[in-house]
């Protein structure tokens, strides 16, 4: 996948760029370390300029989180209370679960957004959840375009200035990225045992 990512950029230039960020987005395991970081290797190889390529990635990045925003509208609260009411003594969840969720995510939302789109994985599929709680998309834009920047500056710096070891930055981003993995695992696993404990509740 390396090679053609690397094959990309190299022919399409910022359309590359572009194309391979948003398809990041929408396809979380294309590793956004390997497109931002080579980006700014080219830097120094091309006519490319460091400004171009962030302002690339970043337009590609919020043109994927858009489509996921609005994926997530399709999916709002009320059809999942639809589902809830079909489903829900199955799932042992309940309209209230939803509720509380959603209310959550009205409080700190845009905070959530704008800190996830610098963590590998759920910077991409955080915009669902925020289609589906139907954040304002004015303030969606603005946290989504402002935590990318933030993520796409420092890759893009990175790739520049270790132009000749930028496979050493991308071994260190995969180390950022597999601690992240783990934690989320853990939160999963955590979820799963809490559910269950639910489950048997209720049961009883």
Not at 26 to 33: D, R
Not at 180 to 191: E, H, P, T
Request: with cysteine; glycine share 8%; charged share 15%.
């Amino acid at each position: 996948m390396e090679n053609w990512i690397i094959s990309m950029m190299e022919q399409y230039g910022l359309w590359g760029v572009f194309f391979l960020i948003a398809l990041e987005n929408l396809f979380p395991p294309i590793p956004s370390e390997v497109i931002l970081t080579f980006g700014g290797v080219m830097t120094g190889q091309t006519d490319l300029t460091v400004t171009g390529v962030i302002l690339a990635s970043t337009a590609g990045s919020v043109a994927g989180a858009v489509l996921l925003y609005g994926i997530g509208l399709l999916m709002d609260v009320e059809k999942l209370e639809k589902i809830i009411e079909r489903y829900g003594k199955f799932l042992r969840v309940q309209k209230e679960d939803i509720h509380r969720a959603d209310v959550w995510f009205d409080k700190y939302g845009v905070w959530t957004v704008f800190l996830c789109r610098m963590i590998p994985l759920i910077r991409s599929l955080i915009s669902i959840p925020a289609g589906m709680s139907n954040m304002n998309f004015f303030l969606f834009l603005l946290f989504t375009t402002a935590g990318t920047l933030i993520w796409n500056t420092v890759l893009v710096n990175l790739g520049a200035a270790f132009s000749d070891s930028w496979h050493t930055v991308v071994e260190y981003m995969d180390v950022y990225s597999n601690i992240v993995y783990a934690i989320l695992a853990i939160i999963f696993i955590a979820a799963v045992i809490w559910f269950v404990k639910k489950f048997r509740s209720r049961s009883v």
